[in-house]
Protein backbone atom coordinates (compact mmCIF):
# COMPACT_ATOMS: atom_id res chain seq x y z
CA UNK A 1 0.00 0.00 0.00
CA UNK A 2 0.99 3.38 -0.84
CA UNK A 3 2.11 4.99 2.41
CA UNK A 4 2.36 8.81 1.19
CA UNK A 5 -0.39 10.70 3.02
CA UNK A 6 -0.94 13.16 0.14
CA UNK A 7 -5.04 13.57 0.19
CA UNK A 8 -7.38 12.51 2.62
CA UNK A 9 -10.93 10.23 1.97
CA UNK A 10 -13.46 13.10 2.11
CA UNK A 11 -16.75 11.40 3.97
CA UNK A 12 -19.72 11.60 2.27
CA UNK A 13 -21.75 13.75 4.97
CA UNK A 14 -19.03 15.39 7.28
CA UNK A 15 -19.41 17.67 9.93
CA UNK A 16 -18.30 19.57 13.48
CA UNK A 17 -20.54 19.68 16.52
CA UNK A 18 -19.37 20.75 19.82
CA UNK A 19 -21.48 20.24 23.44
CA UNK A 20 -25.15 20.94 21.59
CA UNK A 21 -27.16 19.30 24.24
CA UNK A 22 -29.17 15.88 24.42
CA UNK A 23 -32.41 14.80 24.13
CA UNK A 24 -34.73 11.80 22.67
CA UNK A 25 -33.23 11.15 19.30
CA UNK A 26 -35.31 10.26 16.29
CA UNK A 27 -34.63 6.62 14.78
CA UNK A 28 -31.87 5.63 13.34
CA UNK A 29 -31.36 5.92 9.39
CA UNK A 30 -32.02 2.92 7.18
CA UNK A 31 -28.59 2.23 5.92
CA UNK A 32 -30.06 -0.70 3.65
CA UNK A 33 -29.04 0.15 0.25
CA UNK A 34 -28.57 -1.58 -2.80
CA UNK A 35 -24.96 -2.19 -3.70
CA UNK A 36 -22.72 -1.07 -7.09
CA UNK A 37 -20.89 -4.25 -7.20
CA UNK A 38 -21.92 -8.07 -6.10
CA UNK A 39 -19.54 -10.05 -4.05
CA UNK A 40 -19.78 -13.85 -2.99
CA UNK A 41 -19.47 -14.67 0.52
CA UNK A 42 -17.52 -17.09 2.26
CA UNK A 43 -18.98 -20.59 3.97
CA UNK A 44 -20.94 -20.18 6.86
CA UNK A 45 -18.67 -23.28 8.79
CA UNK A 46 -15.43 -20.52 8.41
CA UNK A 47 -12.92 -19.59 11.32
CA UNK A 48 -15.00 -16.85 13.38
CA UNK A 49 -12.46 -14.25 14.42
CA UNK A 50 -13.63 -11.39 17.36
CA UNK A 51 -11.01 -9.07 18.38
CA UNK A 52 -12.00 -5.59 20.31
CA UNK A 53 -10.61 -3.42 22.38
CA UNK A 54 -12.78 -1.07 24.27
CA UNK A 55 -15.76 0.52 21.96
CA UNK A 56 -13.70 -0.87 18.61
CA UNK A 57 -14.50 -4.15 18.00
CA UNK A 58 -13.92 -6.39 14.27
CA UNK A 59 -15.72 -9.12 13.12
CA UNK A 60 -15.29 -11.56 10.69
CA UNK A 61 -15.17 -15.10 9.29
CA UNK A 62 -12.31 -16.92 7.20
CA UNK A 63 -12.06 -19.63 5.50
CA UNK A 64 -10.24 -22.89 6.81
CA UNK A 65 -7.57 -22.54 4.82
CA UNK A 66 -6.75 -18.97 5.91
CA UNK A 67 -4.73 -17.62 9.12
CA UNK A 68 -5.24 -14.61 11.04
CA UNK A 69 -2.63 -12.82 13.53
CA UNK A 70 -4.00 -9.82 15.99
CA UNK A 71 -1.97 -6.78 15.01
CA UNK A 72 0.20 -5.25 16.73
CA UNK A 73 0.18 -7.63 19.86
CA UNK A 74 1.34 -4.83 22.11
CA UNK A 75 -0.37 -1.94 21.27
CA UNK A 76 0.01 -0.61 24.13
CA UNK A 77 3.45 -0.07 24.11
CA UNK A 78 3.63 1.14 20.52
CA UNK A 79 3.19 4.26 18.71
CA UNK A 80 0.73 2.66 15.99
CA UNK A 81 -2.37 4.66 15.42
CA UNK A 82 -3.95 1.28 14.03
CA UNK A 83 -4.53 -1.99 15.47
CA UNK A 84 -6.71 -4.61 14.32
CA UNK A 85 -6.38 -8.17 12.28
CA UNK A 86 -3.97 -9.16 9.82
CA UNK A 87 -5.03 -12.63 7.56
CA UNK A 88 -3.67 -14.23 4.78
CA UNK A 89 -3.51 -17.94 3.08
CA UNK A 90 -2.34 -20.35 5.06
CA UNK A 91 1.34 -20.64 4.34
CA UNK A 92 1.85 -17.43 2.62
CA UNK A 93 3.49 -14.33 3.60
CA UNK A 94 1.59 -11.82 1.61
CA UNK A 95 -1.89 -10.83 3.54
CA UNK A 96 -4.43 -7.85 4.28
CA UNK A 97 -5.31 -6.34 7.03
CA UNK A 98 -8.18 -4.80 8.75
CA UNK A 99 -7.39 -2.15 11.49
CA UNK A 100 -9.70 0.31 13.57
CA UNK A 101 -7.68 3.63 12.73
CA UNK A 102 -7.73 6.18 16.31
CA UNK A 103 -7.15 9.24 14.08
CA UNK A 104 -7.46 9.26 10.57
CA UNK A 105 -6.42 7.15 6.84
CA UNK A 106 -5.28 9.00 4.32
CA UNK A 107 -4.04 7.92 0.79
CA UNK A 108 -2.55 9.59 -2.29
CA UNK A 109 -5.10 10.30 -4.78
CA UNK A 110 -2.68 10.14 -7.78
CA UNK A 111 -3.65 7.38 -10.32
CA UNK A 112 -6.58 6.41 -7.97
CA UNK A 113 -9.94 4.76 -9.01
CA UNK A 114 -12.84 3.29 -6.76
CA UNK A 115 -15.54 1.19 -6.87
CA UNK A 116 -18.18 0.93 -4.35
CA UNK A 117 -20.01 -1.92 -2.38
CA UNK A 118 -22.27 -2.74 0.21
CA UNK A 119 -21.21 -5.38 2.51
CA UNK A 120 -23.48 -8.09 4.15
CA UNK A 121 -23.48 -5.94 7.38
CA UNK A 122 -24.80 -2.92 5.19
CA UNK A 123 -21.64 -1.02 5.21
CA UNK A 124 -20.95 1.67 2.11
CA UNK A 125 -17.27 0.18 1.56
CA UNK A 126 -14.60 2.00 -0.93
CA UNK A 127 -12.61 -0.30 -2.75
CA UNK A 128 -9.30 1.24 -3.75
CA UNK A 129 -6.74 0.54 -6.72
CA UNK A 130 -4.00 2.49 -7.91
CA UNK A 131 -3.25 2.68 -11.95
CA UNK A 132 -5.50 -0.10 -13.39
CA UNK A 133 -4.17 -2.65 -11.13
CA UNK A 134 -6.43 -5.55 -11.18
CA UNK A 135 -5.65 -6.15 -7.14
CA UNK A 136 -7.47 -3.99 -4.69
CA UNK A 137 -5.29 -1.45 -2.60
CA UNK A 138 -7.58 -0.70 0.04
CA UNK A 139 -11.35 -0.99 1.16
CA UNK A 140 -12.34 2.05 3.35
CA UNK A 141 -15.50 0.80 5.65
CA UNK A 142 -18.29 4.19 5.75
CA UNK A 143 -21.40 4.13 8.31
CA UNK A 144 -19.32 2.14 10.65
CA UNK A 145 -18.81 3.27 14.41
CA UNK A 146 -15.30 4.50 13.54
CA UNK A 147 -12.90 4.65 11.08
CA UNK A 148 -12.18 0.83 9.70
CA UNK A 149 -10.04 0.29 6.82
CA UNK A 150 -8.60 -2.89 5.23
CA UNK A 151 -5.19 -2.65 3.57
CA UNK A 152 -3.44 -5.16 1.10
CA UNK A 153 -0.19 -6.24 1.39
CA UNK A 154 1.02 -8.23 -1.41
CA UNK A 155 -2.13 -10.47 -2.12
CA UNK A 156 -2.89 -10.51 -6.31
CA UNK A 157 -5.20 -12.45 -8.10
CA UNK A 158 -7.58 -15.28 -6.79
CA UNK A 159 -6.24 -14.85 -3.01
CA UNK A 160 -6.79 -10.85 -3.39
CA UNK A 161 -10.73 -11.27 -4.36
CA UNK A 162 -10.85 -13.94 -1.47
CA UNK A 163 -10.11 -11.35 0.56
CA UNK A 164 -12.64 -9.28 -0.71
CA UNK A 165 -14.98 -12.18 0.34
CA UNK A 166 -14.18 -12.21 3.90
CA UNK A 167 -13.97 -8.78 3.98
CA UNK A 168 -17.73 -8.69 3.25
CA UNK A 169 -18.13 -10.82 5.84
CA UNK A 170 -16.97 -7.81 8.73
CA UNK A 171 -19.30 -6.95 11.94
CA UNK A 172 -17.44 -3.17 12.56
CA UNK A 173 -17.87 -1.60 16.78
CA UNK A 174 -19.74 -3.17 19.41
CA UNK A 175 -23.64 -3.87 19.61
CA UNK A 176 -25.73 -0.67 19.82
CA UNK A 177 -22.46 2.03 18.61
CA UNK A 178 -23.62 4.62 16.45
CA UNK A 179 -22.75 4.55 13.74
CA UNK A 180 -21.04 7.75 11.43
CA UNK A 181 -24.37 8.32 9.41
CA UNK A 182 -26.16 8.97 12.63
CA UNK A 183 -23.44 10.63 14.47
CA UNK A 184 -23.51 13.61 11.53
CA UNK A 185 -27.51 13.25 11.19
CA UNK A 186 -27.41 13.32 15.19
CA UNK A 187 -24.92 16.83 15.61
CA UNK A 188 -27.07 18.05 12.87
CA UNK A 189 -30.33 18.27 14.30
CA UNK A 190 -28.59 19.80 17.25
CA UNK A 191 -26.13 22.25 15.62
CA UNK A 192 -27.16 26.07 16.44
CA UNK A 193 -24.48 27.98 14.51
CA UNK A 194 -24.64 29.03 10.53
CA UNK A 195 -22.15 29.56 8.64
CA UNK A 196 -19.95 26.76 8.18
CA UNK A 197 -18.82 25.28 5.57
CA UNK A 198 -17.57 21.69 6.07
CA UNK A 199 -18.60 19.16 8.81
CA UNK A 200 -16.87 16.25 10.44
CA UNK A 201 -17.31 12.98 12.74
CA UNK A 202 -14.62 11.52 14.77
CA UNK A 203 -15.07 8.77 17.04
CA UNK A 204 -13.58 8.34 20.23
CA UNK A 205 -12.96 4.01 20.66
CA UNK A 206 -11.93 4.77 24.82
CA UNK A 207 -15.33 6.29 25.54
CA UNK A 208 -17.65 5.22 22.25
CA UNK A 209 -18.59 8.63 22.27
CA UNK A 210 -18.60 10.83 18.37
CA UNK A 211 -17.12 14.31 18.18
CA UNK A 212 -19.06 16.10 15.49
CA UNK A 213 -17.40 19.31 14.41
CA UNK A 214 -19.14 22.16 11.94
CA UNK A 215 -16.33 24.35 11.59
CA UNK A 216 -14.84 27.09 8.28
CA UNK A 217 -11.51 26.52 6.75
CA UNK A 218 -10.02 29.85 7.28
CA UNK A 219 -10.86 29.03 11.22
CA UNK A 220 -8.23 26.93 13.13
CA UNK A 221 -11.07 26.06 15.46
CA UNK A 222 -14.70 25.05 14.60
CA UNK A 223 -17.47 26.73 14.99
CA UNK A 224 -19.31 24.05 17.14
CA UNK A 225 -18.74 20.57 18.41
CA UNK A 226 -20.93 18.19 19.12
CA UNK A 227 -20.42 15.36 21.75
CA UNK A 228 -22.76 12.32 21.25
CA UNK A 229 -22.37 9.79 23.97
CA UNK A 230 -22.26 6.24 23.69
CA UNK A 231 -25.45 6.23 25.71
CA UNK A 232 -27.38 8.40 23.52
CA UNK A 233 -31.28 7.01 23.22
CA UNK A 234 -30.76 7.29 18.94
Known sequence: MKKIICLLLVFLICFVCAGCGAGKLPAPLDGNTEPTTEI??????????????KFARIRMTLPEDWQYEIFPDDWDKSDSDHFGIRFRPTGKSSYAALDFYVGSFGVCGTGLSQKIITTDAGYTAYIGMYDGESAWDFVWFRDAPGCYV?????????????????????????????????????????????????????????????????????????????????????
Open 40 to 53: ASPPADGISVDYAR
Open 150 to 234: ATNNGLTGADADRAIEILNTAVLGQEGSISEADALRIGLENCTVTGYSYETADFNYTDGSWEVRFGDPDSDTPLQTVVIGANYNH
